[in-house]
């Protein structure tokens, strides 16, 4: 059979919340699918982007691939949360959620950051404090500034309601992701709080459950940084062919 990886980006986001992810994929697959969110691609359409309008869309696409493919999802962010809620409805080969926003607000990032710090400073030489924390500003900058950007050209309070609505959506589905499941989140995520990982491994009844831990990464890693590693350790569980999943 045909094999297919569908992707699903963040809310107010694009194809590159995926960084070079899509592009390493396919060699990998017979085709990779980015599905944009409803109002997306041009900004002027936003409104579009509805809790119903978007769900029929994403079952039409789960429903066409599904027929004749072998079908892994990946999700990031708000499509984390989407895919976790599309993976207790549908059987997928392997399902990979990065960064999933089921909880969105870190109240423990600025408590995170001091953490790390102390670690640096406590760990490394001089010089290599001095540049972990000229790269760890530089990465922050970009992330907030993208952020921001996104928040002033894009956000509405609709589509903040819709955001909210699949997170509520998913967490009220009393099902459980069924397929092979791995969970990747950078640890210095400043949207995604640390809790998360469990709530969502706890939400998978499959034996096959993973998490990779990012170290120095932050919510938009795939896309502001070098992630070749990261991404190598995903296709590799994508292409794992573990002995519970044949049986």
């Given at each position: 059979?045909r094999?297919?990886?569908?992707l699903?980006?963040?809310?107010?986001g694009?194809?590159a919340?995926?960084g070079?992810?899509?592009?390493?994929l396919?060699?990998?697959y017979?085709?990779?699918?980015?599905?944009?969110?409803?109002?997306?691609?041009?900004i002027?359409?936003?409104?579009?982007?509805t809790?119903?309008?978007?769900?029929?869309?994403?079952y039409?696409v789960?429903?066409?691939?599904t027929k004749?493919?072998?079908?892994?999802?990946i999700g990031?962010s708000?499509?984390?949360?989407?895919?976790?809620y599309l993976?207790k409805?549908?059987?997928?080969?392997?399902?990979?959620?990065?960064?999933?926003?089921?909880?969105f607000?870190n109240?423990?990032f600025p408590?995170?950051?001091?953490?790390?710090m102390?670690?640096?400073e406590k760990?490394?030489?001089?010089?290599?404090?001095?540049?972990t924390?000229e790269?760890?500003?530089?990465l922050?900058?970009?992330?907030?500034g993208?952020?921001w950007?996104r928040f002033?050209?894009r956000?509405?309070?609709s589509t903040?309601?819709?955001?909210l609505?699949?997170?509520?959506?998913?967490?009220?589905?009393?099902?459980?992701?069924?397929?092979p499941?791995?969970?990747?989140?950078?640890?210095l995520?400043?949207?995604?709080?640390?809790d998360?990982v469990?709530?969502?491994?706890n939400?998978?009844?499959?034996?096959i459950?993973?998490y990779?831990?990012?170290?120095m990464a932050s919510?938009?890693?795939?896309?502001?940084?070098?992630?070749s590693e990261?991404i190598?350790?995903i296709?590799?569980?994508l292409?794992?062919?573990d002995?519970e999943?044949n049986e």
């Amino acid at each position: 059979m045909r094999k297919v990886c569908i992707l699903l980006h963040g809310y107010l986001g694009d194809a590159a919340d995926f960084g070079m992810l899509p592009k390493s994929l396919k060699a990998h697959y017979d085709e990779v699918v980015i599905c944009q969110m409803p109002g997306h691609v041009s900004i002027d359409r936003i409104y579009t982007f509805t809790f119903k309008e978007t769900v029929e869309m994403l079952y039409e696409v789960i429903e066409t691939y599904t027929k004749d493919s072998i079908v892994d999802l990946i999700g990031y962010s708000l499509g984390g949360v989407m895919a976790s809620y599309l993976a207790k409805q549908y059987n997928f080969h392997k399902v990979v959620l990065i960064s999933p926003s089921i909880k969105f607000l870190n109240f423990d990032f600025p408590k995170v950051m001091r953490e790390y710090m102390k670690s640096v400073e406590k760990e490394y030489e001089k010089e290599e404090v001095k540049k972990t924390k000229e790269e760890t500003k530089t990465l922050f900058k970009a992330d907030f500034g993208y952020i921001w950007y996104r928040f002033t050209t894009r956000f509405t309070f609709s589509t903040f309601k819709t955001f909210l609505q699949f997170i509520d959506a998913n967490n009220k589905l009393k099902e459980k992701i069924k397929a092979p499941l791995l969970v990747v989140r950078g640890e210095l995520d400043e949207l995604v709080p640390k809790d998360t990982v469990e709530t969502i491994l706890n939400s998978c009844a499959n034996p096959i459950k993973k998490y990779i831990g990012i170290p120095m990464a932050s919510h938009l890693f795939l896309r502001f940084s070098d992630q070749s590693e990261t991404i190598s350790r995903i296709i590799e569980f994508l292409n794992e062919e573990d002995q519970e999943t044949n049986e």
